[in-house]
């Protein structure tokens, strides 16, 4: 729902703030107080593109906040998530309109407005008079028809093949685009591929081997410098060992006489042990330095075939070895090229045929759903005074020769589309004898106003927009007719929340809470605002409805016996 708008130095308005309530909210006014200021505010929080003039005269920028609440909005959810935004359970849709520019912000996150209008499509849906909106829409209605049927999970499971298939189709087609291309390197890559086995390089080797031969390369100055130091360290006469030892006696003859001198004298036989275990690991290092000048030339051979290796099929013995599982796979592949195409299109055939059961099920679940919802709406559409009306869910499918999908009774093949096999849209007539129509093309007007409020009233706990405005939609109707168009309202208020601009009291009386549009003339400047009505104002506002600016008596008691009876 959305719990509050947020208006600052928008056209009339400089400061506002709007706190709505679920159910059925009523906006009322006097012509040219600033209804459609609000609704205009609310569709640039939408994401609809701005003008500079929309800016307070006087200020620098217009700033429109919008604050929802959105605890089980899946499709905003993915949406977001889809282009790196964390997801809250309060959506915060903030627009700021400069004198060069207009910026979009979510959950206080910079967005593009393409981003911000994807969010508003889950979450609001806002009818005025001539707006291009939700059901009006010919592609929206299989969505409308599947959410009314609870068939997500069915379709959820013909997407998931659906995208399965289109997978393996292409991988199908650019496998047979490729034969002639695999079939002309095959004998290039069994060369290449002999080459490298019969070399057979492995991932590490080449930094090993090169360890090794400088080891080797240096074992002459290793074995002479690391058994001079055995003689300097400890063999020779007066070797370093033998040196500190003296030392050490000397310094312990002292030591007796200044105890400052215990802890020096520590440190000394530390270097002692120190000296005698070097002196321990050099002479075991001496007599292991090895002499090999065979293996030595060996590991310049190996190096030498890594080398070339290298110059031909990669910066690394890494990437030799990679690239070797990579022409494998493309030689199996041009070896056994017939039975990568047949096992190709078996899998094709299997998906198909998975394909084509869902379809063919989500299809016949369709239009048992369908009859219930014609009947629902041609009896609501009665209900608010179209008697005649004829509404219909018109089926179609793709004749396709070359279809996924299949019907195993008759044979036929039918396009596959990416929300089944089927194409739906609403037709409807609202006179006697008159042939249903596209709902897109039916005339603007009272009936049209009335045909979406039947909709969304018969669609209301499966349509899963939780916001509706509408805006003056009470064109066209009046007295009993208005007073059905607004129980209707109240009515899907129990299952959205909705936002309504009316100029009948019929329709205003039905609200679950009611505002009301003022102008106020102040220092010389002329500033609307809207506040929530109390009872008693509710009644002498709905009242001037009824009489105008002089209220009476009489309408005084109309306007009690509408609220009393809503």
Same mark, same amino acid.
């Given at each position: 729902?959305?719990?509050?708008?947020?208006?600052?130095?928008?056209?009339?308005?400089?400061?506002?703030?709007?706190?709505?309530?679920?159910?059925?909210?009523?906006?009322?006014?006097?012509?040219?107080?600033?209804?459609?200021?609000?609704?205009? #505010?609310?569709?640039?929080?939408?994401?609809?593109?701005?003008?500079?003039?929309?800016?307070?005269?006087?200020?620098? %920028?217009?700033?429109?906040?919008?604050?929802?609440?959105?605890?089980?909005?899946?499709?905003?959810?993915?949406?977001?998530?889809?282009?790196?935004?964390?997801?809250?359970?309060?959506?915060?849709?903030?627009?700021?309109?400069?004198?060069?520019?207009?910026?979009?912000?979510?959950?206080?996150?910079?967005?593009?407005?393409?981003?911000?209008?994807?969010?508003?499509?889950?979450?609001?849906?806002?009818?005025?008079?001539?707006?291009?909106?939700?059901?009006?829409?010919?592609?929206?209605?299989?969505?409308?028809?599947?959410?009314?049927?609870?068939?997500?999970?069915?379709?959820?499971?013909?997407?998931?093949?659906?995208?399965?298939?289109?997978?393996?189709?292409?991988?199908?087609?650019?496998?047979?685009?490729?034969?002639?291309?695999? %079939?002309?390197?095959? @004998?290039?890559?069994?060369?290449?591929?002999?080459?490298?086995?019969?070399?057979? *390089?492995? *991932?590490?080797? @080449?930094?090993?081997?090169?360890?090794?031969? =400088?080891?080797?390369?240096?074992?002459?100055?290793?074995?002479?410098?690391?058994?001079?130091?055995? /003689?300097?360290?400890?063999?020779?006469?007066?070797?370093?060992?033998?040196?500190?030892?003296?030392?050490?006696?000397?310094?312990?003859?002292?030591?007796?006489?200044?105890?400052?001198?215990?802890?020096?004298?520590?440190?000394?036989?530390?270097? @002692?042990?120190?000296?005698?275990?070097?002196?321990?690991?050099?002479?075991?290092?001496?007599?292991?330095?090895?002499?090999? *000048?065979?293996?030595?030339?060996?590991?310049?051979?190996?190096?030498?075939?890594?080398?070339?290796? =290298?110059?031909?099929?990669?910066?690394?013995?890494?990437?030799?070895?990679?690239?070797?599982?990579?022409?494998?796979?493309?030689?199996?592949?041009?070896?056994?090229?017939?039975?990568?195409?047949?096992?190709?299109?078996?899998?094709?055939?299997?998906?198909?045929?998975?394909?084509?059961?869902?379809?063919?099920?989500?299809? #016949?679940?369709? %239009?048992?759903?369908?009859?219930?919802?014609?009947?629902?709406?041609?009896?609501?559409?009665?209900?608010?005074?179209?008697?005649?009306?004829?509404?219909?869910? /018109?089926?179609?499918?793709?004749?396709?020769? %070359?279809?996924?999908?299949?019907?195993?009774?008759?044979?036929?093949?039918?396009?596959?589309?990416?929300?089944?096999?089927?194409?739906?849209?609403?037709?409807?007539?609202?006179?006697?004898?008159?042939?249903?129509?596209?709902?897109?093309?039916?005339?603007?007007?009272?009936?049209?106003?009335?045909?979406?409020?039947?909709?969304?009233?018969?669609?209301?706990?499966?349509?899963?927009?939780?916001?509706?405005?509408?805006?003056?939609?009470?064109?066209?109707?009046?007295? &009993?007719?208005?007073? =059905?168009?607004?129980?209707?309202?109240?009515?899907?208020?129990?299952?959205? /929340?909705?936002?309504?601009?009316?100029?009948? *009291? /019929?329709?205003?009386?039905?609200?679950?809470?009611?505002?009301?549009?003022?102008?106020?003339?102040?220092?010389?400047?002329?500033?609307?605002?809207?506040?929530?009505?109390?009872?008693?104002?509710?009644?002498?506002?709905?009242?001037?409805?009824?009489?105008?600016?002089?209220?009476?008596?009489?309408?005084?008691?109309?306007? &009690?016996?509408?609220?009393?009876?809503?």
């Amino acid at each position: 729902m959305l719990r509050s708008l947020s208006i600052r130095d928008y056209t009339l308005i400089d400061r506002l703030e709007i706190t709505f309530e679920n159910g059925l909210n009523i906006i009322t006014g006097e012509t040219g107080a600033g209804k459609s200021i609000l609704v205009g #505010a609310l569709k640039l929080i939408l994401g609809e593109r701005a003008s500079t003039d929309v800016i307070r005269s006087g200020a620098h %920028k217009a700033v429109l906040e919008g604050i929802f609440d959105a605890p089980h909005a899946d499709r905003i959810r993915h949406v977001l998530f889809d282009h790196g935004y964390e997801y809250d359970e309060t959506l915060i849709l903030r627009r700021e309109i400069g004198s060069s520019s207009s910026r979009g912000f979510i959950n206080d996150s910079p967005a593009t407005m393409q981003l911000m209008r994807q969010v508003a499509e889950s979450v609001i849906d806002l009818h005025g008079q001539h707006e291009h909106q939700s059901l009006l829409r010919t592609e929206t209605h299989i969505e409308v028809l599947d959410n009314y049927a609870g068939l997500g999970e069915l379709r959820a499971e013909y997407q998931r093949i659906y995208k399965e298939m289109e997978g393996a189709v292409k991988a199908r087609r650019q496998l047979i685009a490729r034969e002639k291309d695999l %079939k002309q390197k095959q @004998e290039l890559y069994a060369y290449q591929i002999k080459e490298i086995d019969e070399i057979s *390089p492995k *991932p590490g080797e @080449e930094a090993a081997l090169e360890v090794e031969a =400088k080891l080797l390369e240096n074992a002459e100055k290793r074995f002479a410098g690391s058994g001079e130091l055995v /003689q300097m360290l400890y063999e020779s006469e007066e070797s370093i060992y033998d040196r500190l030892v003296h030392a050490r006696n000397v310094f312990s003859e002292l030591a007796t006489t200044d105890d400052r001198l215990q802890e020096p004298l520590t440190d000394l036989r530390s270097a @002692e042990v120190l000296i005698a275990e070097l002196t321990k690991f050099l002479q075991d290092y001496h007599a292991r330095v090895a002499f090999d *000048p065979e293996r030595l030339q060996e590991i310049r051979n190996r190096l030498g075939e890594l080398l070339n290796l =290298k110059r031909k099929y990669g910066e690394t013995i890494e990437d030799v070895v990679a690239f070797r599982e990579k022409i494998g796979t493309q030689f199996e592949l041009a070896a056994d090229f017939e039975g990568a195409i047949a096992r190709a299109d078996k899998q094709v055939i299997e998906l198909a045929q998975r394909l084509a059961h869902v379809a063919i099920r989500l299809s #016949a679940r369709r %239009k048992e759903a369908a009859l219930y919802i014609e009947e629902a709406i041609v009896r609501e559409l009665g209900e608010l005074g179209i008697v005649h009306a004829a509404f219909q869910v /018109q089926f179609g499918v793709q004749a396709d020769a %070359k279809g996924w999908i299949r019907d195993q009774v008759t044979g036929k093949r039918f396009a596959a589309l990416p929300n089944g096999m089927d194409e739906v849209a609403f037709f409807i007539s609202t006179n006697l004898g008159e042939t249903p129509r596209p709902l897109a093309k039916t005339a603007s007007g009272g009936e049209i106003s009335r045909i979406m409020l039947a909709l969304k009233t018969i669609l209301a706990k499966n349509e899963r927009l939780p916001i509706l405005v509408f805006d003056e939609i009470d064109t066209g109707i009046s007295g &009993r007719i208005a007073g =059905k168009v607004g129980e209707a309202m109240r009515n899907l208020g129990e299952y959205h /929340q909705i936002i309504a601009i009316t100029h009948l *009291p /019929q329709i205003a009386a039905q609200g679950h809470n009611h505002y009301v549009v003022e102008k106020l003339v102040s220092e010389d400047r002329t500033r609307s605002q809207i506040r929530l009505l109390s009872t008693e104002e509710r009644i002498r506002t709905i009242a001037a409805m009824f009489s105008g600016d002089e209220i009476t008596e009489a309408a005084l008691e109309s306007a &009690r016996a509408l609220l009393k009876h809503a």
